[in-house]
């Protein structure tokens, strides 16, 4: 950028005939601006103001002493209408969402407006990584072989990694009214860092491994079952490696969240006969039956006959030679034929005084013996 020729009147003038020449010369606003930065400093012109005289010299409007002050004042997102700012945040995805709500608190009190709904939020804590994928969103904190952070970070050790990921993650759960269909948790090691207090969920899906099994508070982190209102939750997974000790069994029956929820399966849980009794309120429960007690098949069935909201079942029983599917079977009152038994075999129990049925299906699969029991109405 040169400087003109003629004599200017002033400093403003002077800057004024600068920008003028840019245009002359067909130049891009943005670079005419880096180069006027580059000549009179940051600080000579804001960008705003830079480009009003831009434009003005570009459709031919040269008044260098022209008042700004009778012009109207510029408008901002803040004099949007509320009901217009309420239908644009509406269709926005949570990580906009989430960026829109630094700006200020007005525009952060319409966004907090929406309750967000999502199908799934899976969580996955590893040694040496932590992603979480809400929808179809996927968000990942890793480290490399040599302990460098992938994505946004580098050279971080895995705690400050880990609880960077959780950090960035925890915001997504601070939304108000946050809900979700399904809340899957991955965690192979424990995390105190993860906090998910508010969020609402109907079915709740939970993987551990030999450290992270902590059933007197559900989960190894401060979020577990309590923290969700009862009535709520509709169902509850859990797959463990590690079989839980009794007393964390009991625990967990006895927590509200079981009580009312709907549906319910427990890999690794030895589920005694007496237990049973406590799953009389569920539409559908999968467990394993623990054979080191009593197994009365015929009282099983009995007690199944009286859970009025059942709708289907599974009972899982290591196939010892009293546990396989012939004296599983005959004990139930089914009839087999003579020789080697069909893959699968199916009996029907009318439950008394009732026109209803109990279906049972029994099959072996590798060392298990599978109870599927079907209520037909």
Not at 13 to 30: Q, W
Not at 199 to 208: A, D, E
Not at 249 to 255: A, C, I, K
Not at 330 to 355: M, W
């Amino acid at each position: 950028m040169k400087k003109p020729s003629k004599v200017i009147k002033n400093k403003s003038h002077y800057l004024k005939t600068c920008i003028s020449n840019e245009v002359n010369k067909k130049i891009p606003i943005f670079d005419s601006y880096r180069n006027f930065c580059k000549q009179f400093g940051q600080n000579a012109m804001k960008y705003p103001d830079f480009e009003f005289w831009y434009y003005r010299f570009y459709h031919g409007q040269m008044d260098f002493d022209y008042d700004r002050s009778m012009d109207p004042v510029p408008k901002t997102i803040m004099d949007m209408p509320v009901t217009l700012m309420f239908k644009i945040t509406e269709n926005l995805d949570i990580k906009e969402r989430i960026n829109l709500r630094t700006m200020n608190q007005a525009i952060k009190d319409i966004v907090d407006s929406h309750a967000p709904i999502f199908d799934g939020i899976e969580i996955s804590g590893h040694r040496t990584s932590l992603f979480w994928k809400e929808n179809n969103t996927i968000v990942e904190f890793s480290q490399d072989k040599k302990g460098s952070a992938l994505c946004t970070f580098s050279k971080s050790g895995f705690t400050s990694l880990m609880k960077k990921g959780l950090e960035y993650m925890n915001l997504l759960f601070k939304i108000p009214k946050i809900k979700t269909n399904c809340l899957t948790l991955k965690l192979t090691e424990a995390s105190s860092e993860l906090k998910v207090p508010n969020v609402q969920v109907n079915h709740l899906i939970l993987y551990f491994n030999e450290e992270t099994v902590y059933l007197h508070n559900l989960l190894p982190v401060p979020f577990h079952a309590k923290s969700l209102k009862p009535g709520e939750l509709d169902s509850i997974h859990f797959d463990l490696i590690q079989m839980p000790e009794r007393g964390q069994v009991l625990r967990f029956f006895e927590t509200e969240q079981f009580k009312q929820a709907k549906h319910v399966q427990l890999k690794k849980f030895r589920v005694n006969q007496e237990d049973l009794v406590r799953f009389s309120h569920l539409k559908s429960f999968k467990f394993e039956l623990n054979t080191c007690e009593e197994v009365d098949f015929q009282r099983i069935r009995e007690m199944i006959s009286t859970f009025e909201q059942l709708e289907s079942c599974e009972l899982n029983i290591l196939n010892f030679p009293e546990f396989t599917v012939r004296p599983i079977g005959e004990a139930l009152g089914a009839d087999f034929p003579f020789g080697p038994l069909k893959k699968a075999v199916i009996h029907r129990y009318r439950i008394p005084e009732s026109n209803e049925y109990l279906e049972f299906e029994l099959e072996e699969k590798l060392c298990w013996c599978h109870i599927k029991i079907v209520k037909i109405r």
